[in-house]
């Protein structure tokens, strides 16, 4: 990599601004892996990868929610930016089916929208 | 195509959930207004909102509604989701309680990628002081900002800062405190694994302002990602060349290192952390002179905590000025707290100082897990102490909990209900102190191990009331002459219970009795004969063969026996097992 200067910070603010368009950001902070969103966060790659879906994955850090981890947050379709909370492997599976395949919010998993 | 979203969830602290029930009303009235096709109706599992019956959030509006009665469907779909007109009866007008500045980016960014802390704002801040601001401009910004250190003692950063710019000795440092130790505590943790970058930006800026060429990140070993994620960061700071020689092509270098802590509570106070830093033993020493004068090496050192740091890129970013609109007059901007214990949303809050702690706890966090009464929230961790029910409107700031006897600390906030015993959890607090003290000074090592005992008597129903006396005098005696503030500290959570819950322990000394039901040894569980069937359940469950009897005469417990475990008391399907 070479060094950073003032041009590179600009280059790099436009583009990555032309690539937060869809994305599903998993918390992977030690809270999160405690409860499990390293699993949550393998079944989204692996099946993002095997069905070929036009989406980012990402990782993030806490947003606070402890009670709620693992948190998913999924930016899809138009919609508005949503959270799941307690997201287990299948919840992951629903999410990928229902809200990025067909603009269907999950029920019983959303804990913020915005 | 969906134009707006329905969210629904029931809120009410009591009574069954009527969530599913109210879904499908709602989904009946939007299929007889034929508008399925345009309306997403959705299930939450949890809205932010607390004991505000059925709550609805309609998206892309951003309208909420509390206190929904099944009648009010029809009005809602015809008005507001047709026409978009607000039902004012039905409108939640709250502002947002918390304000996200040290974790603004928390949850939001990539932490192991540069580009995308680059393009949240990252280094914004920091360009703008090498080529626009002097040192001393970046510390006036600071003392506009009214900052002061988010690690305990509360003070000011700009202080610190121009404290160690004026002593004129090179080189110097600047030392990140990530050694948090709080039982309970975690913002720091969160912030390094979450948003390193922000940390970094603010040593870096903390190292322009001082004149600083070396940092240090003091992490403590137990939190492995923490390292890993700021080692991560670390090394692409290097490769983009924003850590080094002539950063950004100015005068400016500096490099960070990390110094991994061996898990020391006392390693977490300045003078004890740089002498672990330096390879010695992790005691703390006499201050003055302050690190700021003479610290690592003898050299001028800043030390800052992780959520000290991580709001300076914040302030030069935004202002000072805009920063100091938030918090009360001796407290600026937002705290991170970390609230566990017996509470039903358990998680990190940042909020702005003054706000009510009872709002922190119910409105925010949702009240405690089980629904009994807060009894009291334990702030500071084990140098803090209590603040009981009767207090919980108090405003949080760090001058009005040192007048309530706690303190602010780091953040940790334990919630507690009727079911805690106070002088259970002062013996808790104690217990860690005893074994964290580094025993250096006297004070700290007997008194805190004499303490100890006596509220260990006291539990086990042996306690005399001049313990209350002598407790009293040795942490006094411990708050004066103790050599750090571990020792100055150790004795507050016993101050603090007995300044409000001093019947409690009159309680276990003279009635030897525990109302929380948490001293094990002064609880009794008899067998109430009335209630008694005489099934057998508690003389076949009991471990210690404690219940003796027959099916015939009824049973009963031998005390002298008996374990205390509540076995009987568990398996008893007549509640026929009492505990006093």
Redesign the interface.
């Known amino acids: 990599?070479?060094?950073?200067?003032?041009d590179?910070?600009i280059t790099?603010?436009n583009?990555?601004?032309a690539d937060?368009t869809d994305y599903i950001?998993v918390?992977m902070?030690?809270?999160g892996?405690a409860a499990g969103a390293q699993e949550v966060y393998d079944v989204f790659a692996k099946q993002i990868k095997s069905r070929n879906f036009a989406i980012k994955l990402?990782?993030?850090?806490?947003?606070?929610?402890?009670?709620?981890e693992p948190?998913v947050?999924v930016k899809a379709n138009g919609?508005?930016v949503v959270t799941?909370?307690?997201v287990t492997e299948e919840i992951a599976m629903l999410i990928l089916e229902k809200h990025v395949a067909n603009?269907?919010?999950?029920?019983?998993?959303?804990?913020?929208?915005r | 195509m969906?134009k707006r979203?329905v969210?629904i969830k029931d809120t009410a602290a009591t009574g069954p959930d009527t969530t599913r029930d109210f879904?499908n009303r709602f989904l009946d009235g939007v299929r007889e207004h034929k508008l399925l096709d345009e309306v997403?109706v959705?299930?939450?599992?949890?809205?932010?909102y607390y004991g505000h019956g059925l709550v609805l959030?309609i998206?892309?509006n951003n309208i909420v509604y509390h206190n929904v009665q099944n009648s009010d469907i029809e009005r809602i779909i015809s008005r507001t989701i047709e026409n978009s007109q607000i039902l004012d009866d039905l409108i939640l007008n709250e502002k947002p309680k918390q304000i996200k500045i040290a974790?603004r980016?928390?949850?939001?960014?990539?932490?192991?990628s540069i580009?995308?802390y680059?393009?949240h704002d990252g280094?914004?801040a920091l360009?703008t002081i090498l080529s626009e601001y002097t040192p001393e401009k970046v510390i006036d910004e600071l003392k506009k900002s009214g900052l002061r250190g988010r690690g305990g003692a509360g003070y000011p950063t700009w202080m610190k800062w121009k404290s160690c710019r004026t002593t004129r000795s090179t080189p110097k440092y600047i030392i990140c405190n990530a050694d948090e130790g709080d039982p309970g505590a975690?913002m720091d943790?969160?912030?390094l694994?979450?948003?390193p970058y922000s940390i970094i930006e603010g040593m870096m800026i903390a190292a322009y302002a001082v004149g600083a060429s070396k940092g240090y990140f003091y992490i403590r070993a137990e939190?492995p990602?923490?390292v890993k994620r700021i080692q991560e960061a670390l090394i692409q700071c290097h490769?983009?060349?924003?850590l080094g020689d002539n950063i950004?092509?100015s005068k400016f270098s500096f490099d960070i290192d990390i110094r991994l802590g061996a898990g020391a509570f006392v390693c977490g106070e300045e003078t004890a952390l740089m002498a672990s830093i330096e390879g010695k033993r992790g005691t703390p020493h006499p201050r003055p002179p302050y690190p700021t004068v003479s610290g690592l090496w003898g050299q001028p050192t800043v030390i800052n905590n992780v959520e000290t740091l991580a709001n300076v890129p914040y302030i030069i970013f935004k202002g000072g000025d805009n920063f100091a609109k938030i918090g009360t007059t001796s407290s600026k901007g937002t705290k991170v707290f970390a609230v566990t214990g017996k509470i039903?949303?358990?998680?990190?809050?940042?909020v702005p100082m003054g706000i009510p702690l009872r709002e922190i706890i119910y409105d925010i966090c949702g009240g405690t897990l089980s629904g009994k009464d807060v009894k009291a929230i334990q702030t500071g961790g084990p140098s803090g102490g209590v603040i009981p029910n009767k207090n919980l409107d108090v405003l949080v700031d760090y001058d009005n909990l040192q007048k309530m006897g706690s303190i602010m600390g780091s953040g940790g906030m334990i919630v507690m209900d009727t079911d805690d015993c106070m002088v259970d959890i002062a013996k808790f607090y104690l217990g860690f102190c005893v074994e964290e003290s580094c025993g250096k000074c006297a004070p700290c090592r007997i008194g805190g191990f004499q303490i100890l005992q006596i509220l260990n008597r006291i539990t086990e129903g042996k306690g005399k009331i001049e313990d209350i006396t002598t407790l009293k005098r040795i942490a006094v005696s411990m708050q004066k002459a103790s050599l750090c503030g571990l020792g100055q500290n150790a004795p507050n959570p016993v101050v603090s219970t007995l300044n409000y819950f001093e019947e409690e322990y009159k309680e276990h000394i003279i009635n030897k009795h525990c109302r929380a039901g948490k001293c094990v040894a002064l609880l009794t569980y008899t067998i109430i004969q009335e209630k008694c069937k005489k099934c057998a359940l508690c003389f076949t469950n009991c471990p210690a063969k404690a219940i003796s009897g027959n099916r015939e005469t009824g049973y009963k417990i031998d005390q002298s026996l008996c374990t205390k475990c509540g076995k009987c008391k568990e398996v008893c399907k007549f509640k026929a097992v009492s505990k006093e």
């Open positions: 990599m070479s060094k950073f200067n003032r590179t910070f790099i603010r583009q990555e601004s937060q950001s918390g902070s030690a809270c892996i990402k990782k993030c850090g806490c947003a606070g929610m402890c009670f709620a948190l947050e919609l508005p799941y909370g307690k603009s269907q919010l999950v029920n019983d998993s959303v804990v913020n929208i | 969906v979203i969210l879904y997403m959705v299930r939450a599992a949890d809205l932010g959030k998206m892309p974790l980016n928390c949850g939001l960014i990539d932490p192991e580009n995308d680059i393009f280094y914004k360009s975690y943790r969160s912030i694994e979450g948003d939190y990602l923490a490769e983009a060349g924003l950004l092509d039903k949303n358990s998680g990190l809050v940042e």
